[in-house]
C-alpha cells in the first residue's frame, strides 16, 4: 500500500500546481480521498489540470484576499510556488487569519550557494517569516531537479547532446552536483505533510550521488548511444563572455557560470530518517527522461 493510500482524508490546498514540481505533487495527491484545491494564476496553462479532479481557484498570491478565500475550509498548504519572489509574508498571513496551522513549503538548495543573488537572500527571508510564524511548518529545499522534458537543465543537455556531437565544458567539469528526480521530490514533499515528526524541520532534498559534470555528459552520451567530443572553456573566458552575451552555450547565463565551481552536494539523512526518503541514483532518474524522449 502506498503513502498516499494512506493519506489522511483532509482538504489541501496546493500552489505552483501548473508548473513542473507541481505537476507531480499533484499526481501523488489524486490517488488519496483527499479533496484538492489548485491555486492558480488567470494566466496559467490549465489544460491538463482541467481535467483532473481538482477544484481551481484563481487569483496571485501578492493578493492576500484571494489566498484566503482558497483557504477556507483547508486543512493543509502544500507551497510548491517559488519563494524567490516575496509572497511569503502574504502566504504566512493569510494561513494565520485563515486558522490553518499545517504547511508544506518547497524552498532550494540554492540558498547555500556563496553568490548573493536576490533570489537566494528573498528565500531566506523567507524562510525565517516561515520558522517564525508559529505555523506547524516544513520546509523542503529539493537541489536541481530533472525528469521530464519540462526540466530546464538535464533535459537541455540531452537534447543538445543528441544534437551534437561536440560539448562545450566550463574549466574543468569536475565540480560536484547532485540532482533529484522530479517524483523524488513530490514524494517527499507529500510524505512530510503526512509526519508529525518533520513539523518545525527543514530538508535537503537531493539525489542518492553525488556527481560531476563530466560524469553526467558521459551517461547522457551513453543513455543516447551517443560520442561526444568533450572541449573546455576556460573559466574566466566563460565568465567574460556570458557576462557580455547575456549566456553561452546551452543558454548557461553568468550566474550559472559562477555557480559552475561550486561544489553542490547536500546531506539528504535527515529526509531519509524522518521521511522515508529513498531517491534515484541519477542513471535511473536519466533514464526515465530518455523515455520521455522517446515518446516526442
Do not use: C
Amino acid at each position: 500500500m502506498s503513502l498516499e493510500d494512506n493519506l489522511k482524508v483532509t482538504t489541501i490546498l496546493i500552489t505552483g500546481a501548473t508548473g513542473f514540481l507541481g505537476e507531480y505533487v499533484i499526481r501523488r495527491l489524486l490517488k488519496s480521498r483527499s479533496e484538492i484545491r489548485a491555486f492558480v494564476r488567470p494566466t496559467s496553462d490549465i489544460a491538463w489540470l482541467s481535467k483532473q479532479d481538482v477544484h481551481l481557484f484563481f487569483g496571485d498570491l501578492s493578493q492576500d484576499h484571494a489566498i484566503q478565500s482558497a483557504l477556507q475550509g483547508v486543512d493543509l498548504l502544500i507551497n510548491v510556488a517559488s519563494l524567490g519572489f516575496g509572497h511569503a509574508p502574504n502566504i504566512v498571513n493569510s494561513l494565520i487569519k485563515s486558522e490553518v496551522r499545517r504547511a508544506v513549503f518547497v524552498s532550494s538548495t540554492s540558498i547555500f550557494s556563496k553568490l548573493s543573488t536576490r533570489s537566494k537572500v528573498t528565500r531566506i527571508q523567507a524562510e525565517f517569516v516561515i520558522a517564525e510564524s508559529g505555523l506547524d511548518y516544513t520546509i523542503v529545499r529539493p537541489s536541481m531537479i530533472y525528469g521530464s522534458p519540462r526540466d530546464r537543465n538535464i533535459w537541455r543537455l540531452v537534447n543538445f547532446i543528441k544534437k551534437w556531437p561536440i560539448v562545450p565544458i566550463i574549466g574543468r567539469g569536475d565540480a560536484l552536483q547532485q540532482p533529484v528526480y522530479v517524483d523524488d521530490v513530490a514524494q517527499a514533499i507529500v510524505s512530510a505533510s503526512q509526519r508529525d515528526r518533520s513539523i518545525g524541520q527543514s530538508y535537503d532534498i537531493a539525489g542518492a550521488e553525488a556527481i560531476s559534470f563530466l560524469d553526467i555528459i558521459n551517461l547522457v552520451s551513453a543513455a543516447l548511444g551517443r560520442s561526444t567530443k568533450k572541449v573546455h572553456i576556460p573559466y574566466v573566458m566563460a565568465k567574460y563572455a556570458s557576462l557580455l552575451f547575456g549566456s553561452i552555450g546551452l543558454g548557461i547565463t553568468f550566474e550559472q557560470v559562477l555557480r559552475f565551481r561550486e561544489e553542490k552536494t547536500f546531506d539528504i539523512s535527515a529526509a531519509s530518517r524522518d521521511l522515508g526518503y529513498k531517491p534515484l541514483v541519477f542513471e535511473d532518474g536519466l533514464a526515465h527522461e530518455i523515455q520521455w524522449l522517446r515518446k516526442l
